[in-house]
């Protein structure tokens, strides 16, 4: 018979997984983790039948408890937010289910779900647990839940980008960042698709577009009026929530962390992480399963 400390052990990477896809915040989704663990110590651990299970519903509950207060402090949040970035190895971007599922194109879309839809969509749609499993892990009834969860994919698959990720995109990663360190619009423009949207997050303490910015002019003419000048720049290469990332590091500091979304060779979306307070965290790998 294992122990509570062996199965939450075993698990971590799964009940990680689904804190952050609940929170979009690694450091927050790390004290959900403890907050968790605390509830667990003192369960009479022989008598839980399904470890996963059981894990995965504390986890949720208090996902869902932190979620509701994150929200309300988002709401007077200055600027766009974006997910803490997740940097994460090289080969979750060949799992295309896992990589989709913590994009930030995913999780930008979460964002505008209620606690509730978002509990329903990240278990049901991400992670596949059945109707009943999650009304336990949200103390909902199981009608209730279908129709929270119909409600949210409907939210979901009307606003998610239909985007694939091409076989080139860290190329195009690569050249698309190379070009905006140059502050110059015109090789800017050529690598940018015509309706694309670029989303800055600044946190109300580094400069940041307070509004996402749509079309390739406004977008070119705004990376390259932002580059630092008379400044020691230097770019290294990772891969943030599953997928190629630029590391913009600027007289030896972590300035920004981005990431774009590729269509036919062309920047579709691009999202840009200033707020330092949400780069704290970039140093570590973490691991993440739908497993």
Not at 95 to 119: C, G, K, N, Q, Y
Not at 129 to 137: K, M
Not at 234 to 256: K, R
């Amino acid at each position: 018979m294992s122990s509570a400390a062996d199965d939450f052990a075993d698990h971590r990477g799964l009940l990680f997984t689904v804190a952050y896809e609940m929170l979009g915040s690694a450091a927050d989704a790390e004290d959900v983790l403890q907050e968790s663990w605390l509830r667990c110590a003192d369960v009479l651990w022989d008598e839980v039948r399904d470890p996963r299970a059981y894990l995965v519903r504390v986890v949720t509950r208090q996902s869902l408890n932190r979620l509701r207060t994150l929200q309300r402090q988002r709401e007077t949040y200055v600027g766009t937010w974006l997910p803490e970035p997740l940097v994460t190895a090289p080969d979750v971007a060949d799992d295309v289910e896992l990589a989709d599922s913590v994009s930030f194109a995913m999780l930008v879309v979460l964002e505008t779900l209620t606690p509730l839809e978002r509990a329903v969509f990240v278990l049901r749609e991400i992670f596949g647990f059945e109707y009943a499993e999650i009304a336990a892990a949200t103390e909902k009834t199981e009608p209730a839940v279908r129709q929270l969860a119909s409600r949210a994919r409907n939210h979901v698959e009307a606003r998610r980008p239909r985007v694939e990720l091409p076989e080139n995109s860290q190329e195009i990663v690569a050249e698309f960042f190379i070009a905006a360190s140059t502050g110059q619009v015109e090789p800017l423009l050529e690598l940018l698709a015509p309706d694309v949207v670029l989303r800055t997050d600044g946190g109300g303490i580094k400069k940041a577009a307070l509004n996402p910015i749509h079309g390739a002019s406004k977008v070119a003419r705004f990376l390259a009026a932002v580059v630092p000048t008379g400044a020691q720049i230097d770019v290294e290469w990772g891969t943030v929530n599953g997928s190629p990332a630029l590391f913009l590091i600027v007289d030896g500091e972590l300035d920004a962390v981005g990431t774009v979304v590729a269509e036919h060779g062309l920047v579709k979306e691009i999202y840009l992480v200033r707020n330092p307070e949400k780069l704290t965290g970039v140093g570590t790998q973490r691991e993440i399963t739908l497993r």
